[in-house]
T-cell receptor, first 116, second 110 residues
Framework: EPEVTQTPSHQVTQMGQEVILRCVPI?????FYWYRQILGQKVEFLVSFYNNEISEKSEIFDDQFSVERPDGSNFTLKIRSTKLEDSAMYFC??????????????FGPGTRLTVL | GDSVTQMEGPVTLSEEAFLTINCTYTATGYPSLFWYVQYPGEGLQLLLKATKADDKGSNKGFEATYRKETTSFHLEKGSVQVSDSAVYFC?????????FGAGTTVTVRA
C-alpha cells in the first residue's frame, strides 16, 4: 500500500541553524500539508500546498518557514533560523483529490526536530 | 474557529473491556469528522471517518457516529485488545485542513 515517507526521522540542530525536512507524498496525490506537534500539545496545522502554491497557512507559519516541491516527488519544509520553540514532531500529509473536507489525509511517520 | 474537545487520558483498560473516548466539536460549517490513531513509534493513521450527520464510521471493531444535534463523534469499541494500545485523536475538517483534539492515550493490559 502506498504511504507517505519522511526523512530524517530525527534531526538535531543548533538554534539559529537552517533545517530542511523532507517528505515524499503518495505519488498520485495533489494536496500536501505540514503539521507539527509540540510535546504534550495538540497536532497543529501549519500549511497546505497545491499546484505549486500555498493554499492556506496558519499563524504559526511565519516568514521563518517555507515550503517547496522541488521536483515531482519531494515536498520540503524549511525553517530558516530555528528557535528552541521549533522543537516538535513535524508531520507531512497528502490527499488524493481536490482537498475538500471529506478527503482523507494520509500522514507520514513524522520527523522529530530537536533544537538545542 | 473550529475546535475539537477530546476526553482527557490516560485510559487504562483490561483486555476485552469496553472502550469509549468522548469527542465534541465546534464548527461553523458542515465538517467531516475523523478518528486517527498513533501506535507507539509510528505516525498518524486514519482509523475511521464520517462526512455527514448520522453517518457511522467503522473499522477494526471501532465505531463512531456523527451526531450533529450533540456535536459529538464518540469512539467506541466493544472488546479491546492489547494491540489497541495507542494514542487516539479526534479531528475535524471544515475545509482542507484538520483540527485535532489533544489525543487520548489508551493502554490495554493483558
Amino acid at each position: 500500500e502506498p504511504e507517505v515517507t519522511q526523512t530524517p526521522s530525527h534531526q538535531v540542530t543548533q538554534m539559529g541553524q537552517e533545517v530542511i525536512l523532507r517528505c515524499v507524498p503518495i505519488s498520485n496525490h495533489l494536496y500536501f500539508y505540514w503539521y507539527r506537534q509540540i510535546l504534550g500539545q495538540k497536532v497543529e496545522f501549519l500549511v497546505s500546498f497545491y499546484n505549486n502554491e500555498i493554499s492556506e497557512k496558519s499563524e504559526i507559519f511565519d516568514d521563518q518557514f517555507s515550503v517547496e516541491r522541488p521536483d515531482g516527488s519531494n515536498f520540503t519544509l524549511k525553517i530558516r533560523s530555528t528557535k528552541l520553540e521549533d522543537s516538535a514532531m513535524y508531520f507531512c500529509a497528502s490527499t488524493r483529490t481536490s482537498g475538500t473536507s471529506t478527503d482523507t489525509q494520509y500522514f507520514g511517520p513524522g520527523t522529530r526536530l530537536t533544537v538545542l | 474557529g473550529d475546535s475539537v474537545t477530546q476526553m482527557e487520558g490516560p485510559v487504562t483498560l483490561s483486555e476485552e473491556a469496553f472502550l469509549t473516548i468522548n469527542c465534541t466539536y465546534t464548527a461553523t460549517g458542515y465538517p467531516s469528522l475523523f478518528w486517527y490513531v498513533q501506535y507507539p513509534g509510528e505516525g498518524l493513521q486514519l482509523l475511521l471517518k464520517a462526512t455527514k450527520a448520522d453517518d457511522k464510521g467503522s473499522n477494526k471493531g471501532f465505531e463512531a457516529t456523527y451526531r450533529k444535534e450533540t456535536t459529538s463523534f464518540h469512539l467506541e469499541k466493544g472488546s479491546v485488545q492489547v494491540s489497541d494500545s495507542a494514542v487516539y485523536f479526534c479531528a475535524l475538517s471544515d475545509s482542507y485542513k484538520l483540527s485535532f483534539g489533544a489525543g487520548t492515550t489508551v493502554t490495554v493490559r493483558a
